[in-house]
């Protein structure tokens, strides 16, 4: 049976990786080569790099840590953050990275996912949703940082992105990003059921009975979490051998 | 030793160059599109990804299929993903036609297909899942029953003749996950991305002398 994925994301600025704490202070985590393989050892499924470098002039210093990372680490490398056109996708896939993330790019130009998934194939495309709820049963993506609202409703977004070409969705909650309380089980479960292709929840772990929600209220394919792993919390093992005794599926 | 990568255009080459150079700090890989280096590799290596029309249509503008149709009769060949589907006769994705090398087709996976707890089964089969080896291989060696490898497809391998189907996966149903014949062998799952077992199945094909 396919096991369900533990991911961890690791927030990149200018070749550090960092963590914001309640949204502001971004503390600094450690190198990500270095943070990359000890996942890598205690048995991560995948790991996402989230280039979060505010400087254009910086911009490249994620395409070294790919590059760098790819030579020692023989798992699925998703990278996702500024990625604009087509071009900036191929230039992660040719530094190793095997899935890339985009955003704001699908929602100001959704024919970006269609023109990137015909060129490099579905399997390398990932869509990141960012869905605030605005009513009961009622979610709509935002962009950035969760400041503007798009107007798009999340559902049918993902509906949208998956028709394009997406080959898997990165769901964000918005509401619970930063907050250690858990996923938003209602939107991961309505995304998850809308799609045929996969999702990964994200937002909100603050446990390890959050990640196993994740998958069984949830039906997230995949689970991401960030500051639980980074900060010795717990390791990914920790994590797996917990789903495990939960009846999940995981690859251990 | 040099072991030949088939570059036709598509899809990520480094990862599995990156990998055979992991496992074979010795050997030379080589990225090639030239039907001459192919013939003078020790090995050849054919990956994919992406749409088996569009590598098809690549593959065969780029004037490669002699000589691979020629390392595939003579030296120990690997054939990855798409470098897998392109082997069999015909694929349902854009009604290909494949290199006929190993008889069968290419169905896609049923998007009806549903987990024990109800859920619909997701297309792509994407993810970490177990293999299944039908018979003992040179290339399993040291590889324990049912280790996961990662995996990234919609279309699955169904040989014509069962001998051809050296490991099998169950996703809905039970598929084809790694195929062998003589000097042949072929993997629906990418070992350049699937860790301690995958670098194992890679260095095990460096070594092995069919």
């Known amino acids: 049976m396919l096991a369900k994925r533990i991911i961890p994301c690791l927030d990149v600025n200018a070749g550090r990786v960092v963590k914001g704490v309640n949204f ?129 409703d999340a559902i049918e977004w993902a509906q949208r992105v998956a028709a ?89 | 030793m040099k072991i030949a990568i088939v570059d036709y255009g598509m899809g990520n080459l480094r990862s599995v160059a990156k990998a055979l150079e992991h496992v074979a700090p010795a050997a030379q890989v080589i990225v090639t599109s030239d039907p001459a280096v192919l013939d003078a590799a020790d090995r050849v290596v054919v990956p994919g990804q992406g749409a088996l029309h569009d590598c098809m249509r690549e593959f065969l503008a780029r004037g490669l299929r002699e000589a691979v149709e020629r390392a595939s009769r003579t030296k120990p060949f690997l054939g990855v993903c798409v470098g897998m589907q392109m082997l069999f006769d015909h694929g349902e994705e854009g009604d290909t036609a494949g290199l006929a090398l190993i008889a069968g087709d290419v169905p896609r996976f049923s998007s009806a297909m549903t987990a024990a707890d109800g859920s619909h089964l997701k297309v792509p089969h994407m993810g970490w899942n177990r293999v299944d080896a039908a018979r003992a291989h040179p290339m399993f060696e040291g590889i324990e029953a049912g280790a996961r490898f990662y995996f990234v497809h919609s279309y699955y391998c169904a040989p014509r003749n069962a001998a051809d189907a050296v490991a099998s996966t169950q996703y809905g149903i039970a598929f084809t996950s790694a195929v062998a014949r003589d000097n042949i062998f072929a993997t629906q799952f990418h070992p350049e991305k699937s860790a301690s077992a995958g670098l194992r199945l890679l260095s095990n094909f460096v070594r092995w002398n069919p």
């Open chain 1, 24 to 152: 502001v202070e971004l503390r600094d985590a450690g190198d990500p080569v270095e943070i990359a393989r000890r996942y890598d050892d205690q048995g991560a499924d995948e790991i996402t790099f989230l280039d979060i470098t505010a400087s254009s002039d910086d911009r490249d210093i994620i395409l070294h840590v790919v590059e760098q990372v790819a030579e020692q680490v023989f798992i699925p490398l998703t990278v996702g953050g500024g990625v604009r056109e087509v071009a900036d996708v191929r230039r992660l896939l040719n530094a190793g990275a095997d899935k890339v993330s985009m955003n704001t790019a699908a929602v100001n130009n959704p024919q970006l996912v269609a023109d990137a998934s015909g060129k490099v194939g579905s399997q390398c495309i990932v869509v990141a949703i960012d869905a605030k709820q605005v009513a009961p049963g009622k979610w709509q993506v935002f962009t950035h940082g969760g400041r503007k609202n798009t107007g798009l």
């Open chain 1, 164 to 252: 394009l070409g997406a080959g898997e969705i990165l769901l964000t909650s918005m509401d619970r990003d930063g907050t250690k309380n858990g996923f938003d089980l209602g939107l991961t479960r309505a995304v998850s059921d809308a799609v045929s292709i996969p999702v990964i929840a994200s937002g909100g772990v603050g446990n390890l009975q959050h990640l196993a929600d994740g998958v069984t209220e949830g039906r997230a394919d995949a689970v991401l979490a960030a500051s639980i792993f980074h900060f010795g919390q717990h390791t990914v093992r920790e994590a797996k051998e917990y789903m495990r005794d939960q009846g999940i599926e995981v690859r251990l």
